[in-house]
């Protein structure tokens, strides 16, 4: 090792750590030593497109032009892949385009093949760099005194760096699912639930996640095909006869359908940059405006672009506008409302035209999730519970291919959507399965036993009590997240709601805890004392959605490796 060598690791080998060693790697980064810690054989595929997180049935909900650039596009590398591959996934490299999505595991493969071409542009750059396979880690630890970072593993052994990068990816902690027979806290691995059954299933959650738990189980309790007019049609298999998924929705709504994107990349000239939201910032009491950002960074873009749409929203405020797109969604029968989203992706796919406001909406989340840290705790009360629903519908994408299967799963009887409100709650039963207890649209309270459970709600918001490295906590490197009331009169009426999320501190601030770790603008954990590491860095998504709440995949990845390389480089950004 040479001395004045600066040594880096990146705990995590999956999406987020790949898309950081390309900035090491293109930034060429030869005064630094790299360690890749990575739990499995596999890099670049993380959970999501490794048997952690697909079966061969589960798709991407991106295409190829969607996807931040990497070593070789996706369309020029389907032609590499063995032809074997290509059958067992059903792909015909002369009709594959970068407009196609793909299934997720051979995308995993897609990642792993990056990930290697990565590795060999850094050794014919001269950057140091060792891959730590079947690394699990379990402890972190900070020395201020050192100015060093410590990482051990399962093994026991311990190893010292300059700067630590913590990319650690998706975690669903277990709850029930060990201790009670047919209870599932998530859908992941999917193997575990690819089950065959005589009854109905209950599903909590409507999303992406919830599509992936329908296509695992369709697919071991019946079988796909097409009839003579070509419409994907399903039959149950024998012993099936009782089988049934029932989606359970706090709102009551599927998700959106992908359509074309103007911008693939969910970026806009027209966006606020940098130094403008800082200036508003400054001249707004430290604080990001949520009604700002929507004025400038969504309703604005309409007047030029799209000057009809501009006019029916130009006087609506955040609040105004989201009931009115949810309303004209609630009015419709959730799976009529598919059908007809379908055929208006359809439309928007054949002609490359975009569903603008949807891509904007996109846009706005995407924008916003990076300062969102700097608004009021008001306005990320209002985020939370009035934009997020909308977004987290809208911006979902489900490929065509998977609501063709709801369709016919639907068609067949075999798919219900039951709307359960906010007051929903799950009572586990020991012998095996849940309880669901809701209150229905027409205000009967309703309890109904499942054999089987499964959690569909998504990677969940992971609290500072569940950050995994206790070096980290004892020590008080890190500390719980939180956001500043603007008004302190609005903190208060929060305390004596019985809101136990606030909190107020003796100087008079007032405080909204949201999940996971308080970090800086440059991903970097920050003590309880305000101060920040500069040693450490934050990729692992489930322990910074109270300060990104829209942590949006690979450009999320993309996004946060640049800040981070640029602040590790000492690189201002305007």
Not at 10 to 37: Q, W, Y
Not at 138 to 167: L, M, N, P, R
Not at 228 to 252: C, D, I, M, P
Request: proline share 5%; with cysteine.
């Amino acid at each position: 090792m040479f001395k004045d060598r600066k040594r880096i690791a990146i705990l995590g080998g999956g999406p987020s750590g790949l898309f950081m060693f390309k900035r090491l790697v293109d930034a060429n980064c030869t005064h630094f030593e790299i360690d890749i810690f990575e739990k499995k054989k596999q890099l670049g595929a993380g959970m999501p497109y490794s048997h952690e997180g697909a079966n061969d049935e589960h798709v991407t909900n991106v295409s190829g032009n969607e996807i931040p650039e990497l070593v070789t596009p996706l369309a020029d590398w389907i032609k590499t892949v063995h032809r074997d591959t290509l059958h067992k996934f059903h792909i015909d490299p002369a009709k594959f385009n970068d407009y196609k999505v793909l299934p997720r595991l051979l995308f995993g493969q897609y990642l792993e093949t990056q990930f290697t071409l990565l590795q060999q542009k850094a050794k014919e750059a001269g950057i140091s760099f060792n891959i730590r396979y079947n690394s699990n880690i379990s402890d972190v630890t900070d020395d201020a005194e050192k100015g060093t970072v410590g990482v051990k593993i399962a093994s026991g052994e311990t190893f010292v760096y300059d700067q630590v990068i913590i990319c650690t990816g998706h975690n669903w902690p277990l709850k029930h699912e060990r201790t009670i027979p047919g209870y599932f806290d998530s859908p992941y691995p999917p193997q575990k639930i690819a089950l065959k059954v005589n009854h109905a299933v209950a599903i909590r959650g409507a999303s992406l996640t919830a599509v992936d738990a329908i296509r695992t189980l369709a697919r071991h309790n019946g079988a796909y095909s097409k009839n003579t007019a070509g419409k994907l049609t399903y039959q149950l298999a024998a012993g099936s006869a009782g089988f049934k998924l029932v989606l359970h929705s706090r709102n009551g709504l599927l998700p959106a359908v992908r359509f074309h994107l103007e911008d693939s990349h969910l970026q806009n000239n027209a966006l606020l940059t940098k130094p403008e939201i800082d200036a508003h910032i400054q001249a707004n009491d430290g604080f990001l405006s949520l009604d700002f950002i929507f004025e400038q960074d969504f309703k604005l873009i309409f007047k030029e672009k799209d000057p009809e749409f501009y006019e029916s929203i130009k006087e609506m405020r955040m609040e105004e506008f989201v009931e009115a797109m949810m309303a004209l969604r609630e009015s419709a029968d959730p799976f009529e409302l598919m059908k007809a989203e379908y055929a208006e992706a359809e439309r928007s796919i054949k002609e490359k035209r975009s569903v603008y406001w949807k891509e904007m909406l996109g846009v706005l989340s995407f924008a916003m999730n990076y300062p969102a840290k700097h608004f009021s705790a008001e306005d990320m009360q209002r985020l939370q519970k009035t934009l997020m629903p909308l977004i987290s519908i809208v911006i979902a994408y489900i490929p065509q291919s998977s609501c063709e299967e709801i369709f016919a799963l639907h068609d067949a009887g075999l798919l219900e959507l039951v709307t359960v409100g906010e007051d929903s709650y799950i009572e586990p039963v020991e012998k095996g399965g849940a309880i669901y207890h809701y209150t229905n649209d027409g205000g009967k309270p309703l309890s109904t036993y499942y054999n089987i459970y499964i959690d569909c709600t998504g990677q969940p918001h992971l609290d500072y009590q569940d950050f995994p490295y206790p070096g980290l906590m004892q020590n008080h490197t890190i500390s719980s997240a939180k956001i500043t009331f603007k008004d302190a009169a609005k903190g208060q009426a929060e305390i004596d709601k019985g809101n136990d999320d606030v909190n107020a501190d003796s100087n008079g601030n007032y405080y909204l805890n949201v999940p996971g770790i308080t970090i800086n603008d440059c991903f970097q954990p920050v003590d309880s004392y305000g101060a920040l590491n500069e040693r450490l860095y934050m990729m692992a998504v489930p322990y910074m959605v109270g300060y990104n709440p829209d942590y949006s995949g690979l450009d999320f990845c993309e996004k946060a490796s640049e800040t981070i390389i640029n602040s590790m480089l000492k690189i201002e950004v305007e």
